[in-house]
């Protein structure tokens, strides 16, 4: 079987794996929804002020909500599998069309948070192992172990004291100055000088998580019998650290970036509370305070699919790295 | 005349502050010819593989490092030289094979990758040409379809083509000195005895000359032109290979030969007709499961046992004798317990021991019971070694005060301190350990005893101390036994009947003495024909004694 | 153990962590003899910057005590912090436990449980959770478990599954010992050292998820914690920048503390490692 094929396979089989496990979220979904108290139409006619119960037990027999739980289980499944998630009474607009417009501006932030975090992250550490025990080093874990111990909002807070209200170089909130009414590239450097803090924010975390990792996976793999091998063929430290050491230690660093977007997605919540940048974690933190359970379920429910297709890009980054893939 | 290439006069290495010892290696003088093999033999600990380092200039700097002495290779002072220079004479002047060709080739670069880049830091060739002769090396390694070897990671290849593609890599450039660093301990004797082979006629072809170290005097005896003895980092013995060999000078030479059990076996008990334990038919396959709710394609299935049928007479020592993968290790596991066979059948005393129950099967623990091979991993490092032993008994439903009375005798038996009792196994060499689990196996007095490869991670002056000890206890305990290993010497002096194992299933059962005067079946005779050093009879060569022996290890 | 103390001490920032601890933990516990009064309460004119109107760090928009708040949120913290962690530790060495010991099917639906967990984005499950348990000391310490023990659980399960195919692991079944003995008293205290480690650093992390949720405005009310300070302060940030940054300052603090223990630990633990860099 040739090389391109097994991935393929590899690939293919991690899709599979996948749709047990968003089965299973839903599902989790569906019985949180159950579990909070009252249901949609208690929140509805809290919503119109009065209700007669006649009117309640219509509108229940309406959503299905007066059938027994597995009947309404297997609605839930088929809505959503047909993207319905359900309607937000607060925005009187369905889930999915809510969801769909915050969706850009959240993908943008993790894109540019995640370049930023793993190619910094690993460019540090590579430096870190390559400078071992001289003040770059130390630096550099000093550095990684306080981001690693500081609350995000917090650093959030700080960076708007500092950048915003103190030197004025950024704004404190907002994807986009709306007022100004920017075009084109106008409107690109716009919102690229209101990304500035929060990627920075949300990355710091993760830079110095990758960072560590690099540098502990570096000196590991430093230690490895082919390293030796290497030298012994007579090649360069450059080559044997960027050929040989780089690739290996990339590996856990890939599976770890995998591990972590559920955590970074989580991140985002408190990132765009604090900034207000008008994604899905803003939206997340805007139906918290509404009690709009429908909403925060179906952005629930839309970051556990994100966190499957991120996680099966990295496999297939990781498959491309590691010959070693299991087919079997 | 052969020109000498190497001459290494009066080297020190020293280790850092707080280790066991201030110097790795003393005082070492060693030279090297062209064309010649000198081997390095030493057990662990004896400073031979740091010796080689140093020739290449891989010793782990800054802590270790040359503190006194020259290594001159063609008239320049390796240890002076500058990096530079250095790193140009490793791999075209100088090269190195290793011991485990797993973890010495990069697991995520193919292996053409792997040997052109040799190539491409050392001389000046077009890649077309570096393809092309990268294919001829591993064709003149004798890998088969070179050009698929080329594109293959190391982990799609078995572990004596891995080293055959390592060999291939040393000798890319023609370098006039190979060091190898016992680079036949982790293969099966048949593939050592090729890779063996390789090395010698490279070795004709280019003309190199050849450091070899080994722990392995039977290797030695095969390859050696001359030969160094290495004990705690100083040389203890050199000198050509027969006189060596033959007619050793020092006493650590003297007792490390006379630990290499002979080939010749030695006489084999009157075996009694009573079977304690009967297998029959026994089937055994791996894999084949599938996935959660049975999805998925079945995994691929290895046939680990077919068809075994053998009998342990009262008394005996049965071997089982096979290389990895050959099933021995799966029968021993499968005639205790710790796996379940799928078909046939395993009696003793007429009850079908295969087929009971865990609860049911627990009674029938105190029959048999088990010595395990890593003396390192047998024992439970959080426990106190009088508990480890007493932990049987106590299991069966001993009380707690005769199982320890029980403990503290079998301390004694198995040539141990007293004190060891409430030490942990952490506090004790390798040697001491095996004695420790070898006393927890008696601790049940089963009746048998089934010993899994018990000397084969041990040096081999304690290698015979710990045969002696089995030796002992199976005559004072009336045991029978099974000995399981994959090394014909210490079959030849350990068992009165052997069976042959070969991919799962039993090609040969038959007394031993009669297996080695004249085997029958072609793997027997191939097994047989490569043991190493079996053209060399030593008188000094260890049978095993019948006094008993209460030296610890 | 003495052995174990004189390899931790030789790392010098471990035992600094360990002295910020000990006497964050002094704080805690000291926190109704230094301010012996509820932190919620005016205490004194709103807004007064840190050292006048006898507030230590100043006083927020209602006029609480910046310093009382950070005295009384430091029990909140240590308190959740521990709590969760040790919840979210047992699940995870139940179901790592039994999934690397018994392999196969059990290990495959365990596993595949977990994997679920792992999957959610933990954060916002933990939002989920406590909105819908409603904020209080009690959600939040299950929201924070049930959302950190899938570590634990793929550790343990890691090291069940290597140490189980261990020769004195054999040996005891050899023996003919019981499963839950050979899981209890042979494998399991062959991977506390892990355990520990993981354990110390899960408290910092659950330090931080609690922050983040008190911030969010989902702690328990009634009860006084670091999030909830910075939380409460952030539309002041203009004008009393303290109410802000000096909660911050000591979570920052204690968590770094914990995570150089958990450092120490790890090396003095594991000397192996150590020794290999």
Not at chain 2, 134 to 159: T, W
Not at chain 2, 225 to 250: A, F, T, Y
Not at chain 2, 282 to 302: E, N
Request: contains cysteine.
């Amino acid at each position: 079987m040739t090389r391109s094929s097994k991935i393929f396979k590899f690939v293919l089989k991690r899709l599979l794996q996948g749709i047990p496990i968003i089965l299973a979220i839903v599902i989790i979904n569906f019985f949180l929804l159950n579990l909070a108290d009252g249901d949609a139409v208690d929140v509805l006619a809290g919503e119109a002020g009065s209700a007669t119960p006649e009117y309640m037990a219509e509108l229940r027999a309406k959503f299905g909500l007066d059938q027994p739980l597995p009947v309404q289980l297997m609605v839930y499944l088929k809505n959503v599998v047909m993207l319905d998630l359900g309607y937000s009474f607060r925005h009187d607009m369905p889930v999915s069309e809510l969801i769909v417009d915050r969706f850009w501006p959240t993908a943008l932030l993790m894109v540019s948070t995640i370049i930023l975090a793993v190619g910094f992250g690993i460019l540090l550490g590579l430096l870190a192992a390559m400078r071992l025990n001289t003040w770059k080093d130390a630096v550099i874990t000093v550095f990684a172990l306080i981001t690693y111990a500081t609350p995000l909002f917090w650093v959030g807070l700080m960076m708007i004291v500092v950048f915003s209200l103190n030197l004025g170089w950024f704004p404190t909130s907002g994807m986009e100055n709306v007022a100004a009414f920017y075009e084109g590239w106008d409107r690109v450097k716009d919102i690229a000088v209101h990304l500035v803090l929060p990627t920075i924010t949300l990355s710091l975390f993760y830079l110095a998580l990758y960072t560590r990792m690099m540098r502990a996976s570096m000196l590991e793999q430093y230690g490895q019998d082919y390293v030796i091998t290497a030298r012994a063929k007579g090649l360069t430290e450059r080559r044997i650290t960027f050929v040989h050491v780089l690739r290996n230690a990339l590996l856990p660093v890939v599976t770890m970036a995998g591990v972590q977007v559920g955590a970074l997605i989580g991140g985002s919540v408190i990132v765009e509370s604090v900034f207000a940048w008008p994604g899905l974690g803003m939206l997340a933190f805007e139906s918290l305070f509404a009690r709009d359970l429908n909403l925060l379920l179906g952005i629930f429910l839309l970051s556990s699919a994100l966190v499957i297709v991120v996680n099966l890009i990295v496999d297939i980054i990781y498959s491309l790295l590691d010959p070693r893939i299991e087919v079997s | 005349m052969k020109q000498k290439l190497l001459d290494i006069a009066d080297l020190y290495i020293e280790l850092p502050k707080g280790a066991d010892r201030q110097y790795a290696i003393q005082k070492v003088n060693l030279e090297l010819k062209q064309g010649e093999t000198l081997c390095v033999v030493g057990e662990s600990g004896s400073g031979k593989s740091l010796t080689a380092r140093a020739i290449m200039g891989l010793l782990p700097q800054p802590h270790v490092r040359v503190s006194n002495g020259e290594i001159i290779f063609n008239s320049e002072d390796i240890t002076k030289v500058s990096y530079e220079r250095l790193r140009e004479l490793r791999g075209s002047e100088i090269s190195m094979i290793f011991q485990e060709p797993m973890t010495a080739l990069n697991p995520v670069m193919s292996i053409g990758s792997q040997i052109d880049e040799i190539f491409r830091y050392h001389v000046d060739m077009s890649k077309a040409d570096r393809q092309k002769r990268a294919v001829e090396l591993l064709d003149d390694v004798n890998l088969p379809n070179p050009e698929q070897i080329m594109r293959a990671y190391p982990h799609e290849l078995s572990g004596g083509q891995r080293q055959r593609a390592m060999i291939a890599m040393a000798l890319a450039l023609k370098p006039q000195i190979l060091i190898a660093d016992e680079p036949t301990t982790a293969l099966d004797v048949t593939t050592q005895a090729q890779i063996l082979k390789l090395i010698k006629d490279m070795q004709k072809v280019y003309n190199t000359g050849v450091l070899f170290i080994t722990h392995d005097f039977g290797v030695v005896a095969d390859i050696a032109d001359r030969v160094m003895v290495m004990q705690h980092g100083i040389v203890v013995e050199s000198g050509p290979v027969k006189q060596v060999l033959n007619n050793p000078k020092h006493p650590y030479t003297k007792a490390l030969i006379s630990a290499v059990p002979s080939l010749s076996p030695r006489k084999a008990k009157t075996i009694s007709k009573e079977k304690v334990l009967e297998v029959q038919n026994v089937c055994k396959t791996f894999g084949g499961g599938r996935g959660l709710f049975g999805f998925g394609r079945p995994s691929r299935q290895v046939e680990a046992l077919k068809d075994v049928t053998l009998d342990l007479y009262n008394g005996e020592t049965l071997g089982v004798v096979g290389e990895s993968g050959s099933g021995k290790s799966t029968l021993a596991r499968c005639i205790i317990r710790l796996m379940d066979t799928d078909s046939g059948a395993i009696t003793i005393e007429g009850t079908q021991i295969n087929m009971l129950k865990r609860k049911a099967m627990r009674a029938w623990r105190n029959k048999i019971q088990m010595v395990f091979q890593d003396p390192f991993a047998s024992l439970n490092p959080r426990i106190k070694v009088g508990d480890i032993i007493a932990q049987g008994p106590i299991t069966q439903g001993i009380n707690r005060e005769e199982a320890i009375k029980r403990a503290r005798e079998l301390i004694s038996i198995v040539g141990l301190d007293d004190k060891s009792f409430d030490r942990y196994p952490h506090e004790f060499s390798g040697g001491q350990r095996q004695r420790i689990g070898i006393a927890r196996s008696l601790a049940l007095k089963p009746e048998i005893l089934i010993a899994d490869e018990p000397v084969s991670a041990l040096d081999v002056s304690i290698q015979s101390q710990i045969l002696d000890l089995l030796d002992d206890i199976r005559e004072q305990m009336k045991l029978s036994m099974i000995f399981i290993t994959h090394d014909l010497r210490v079959a030849a002096q350990v068992c009165d009947r052997m069976a042959v194992m070969q991919y799962g299933e039993v090609v040969e059962i038959g007394k031993t003495k009669d297996i080695f005067a004249k085997p029958q079946h072609p793997y027997t005779i191939d097994l047989l024909s490569a043991v190493p050093g079996k053209d060399w009879k030593s008188s000094a060569s260890k049978k095993l004694t019948k006094t008993k022996t209460k030296s610890k290890s | 153990m003495r052995d174990f103390w004189n390899r931790y001490k030789r790392n010098r920032s471990a035992v600094f962590g360990l002295v910020v601890i000990f006497l964050v933990i002094l704080m805690a516990a000291t926190a109704d003899l230094l301010y012996a009064f509820d932190p919620f309460r005016l205490a004194g004119k709103p807004l007064s910057s840190p050292g006048t109107n006898g507030f230590l760090l100043g006083s927020d928009s209602l006029g609480r005590d910046v310093a009382a708040g950070i005295v009384h949120g430091a029990k909140t913290s240590l308190l959740i912090g521990l709590v969760a962690t040790l919840v979210a530790v047992f699940i995870g060495i139940l179901f790592g436990a039994l999934a690397g010991y018994y392999g196969g099917q059990i290990d495959n639906i365990l596993m595949r449980v977990t994997e679920v967990f792992q999957t959610i984005p933990s954060f916002i499950f933990a939002i989920l959770l406590v909105a819908i348990l409603k904020p209080s000391i009690y959600s939040v310490v299950i929201a924070i478990s049930v959302v950190s023990w899938p570590g634990v659980a793929r550790l343990v399960r890691g090291e069940f599954l290597s140490l189980k195919n261990r020769e004195f692991v054999q040996a005891c079944h050899t023996l003919g010992m019981s499963d839950l003995r050979i899981m209890l008293r042979e494998i399991l205290p062959n991977c506390l050292s892990p355990i520990i480690v993981i354990g110390s650093l899960m408290i910092a992390t659950a330090i931080l998820i609690e922050s983040g949720l008190s911030f969010l405005g989902l702690g328990d009310p009634n009860i006084m914690s670091w999030g909830f300070q910075i939380g409460a302060g952030r539309t002041m940030l203009r004008s009393a920048w303290w109410v802000c940054t000096f909660p911050g300052v000591a979570i920052l603090i204690t968590v770094l503390a914990i995570n150089l223990v958990g450092e120490g630990l790890n090396d003095a633990l594991n000397p192996r490692l150590r020794e290999r860099n």
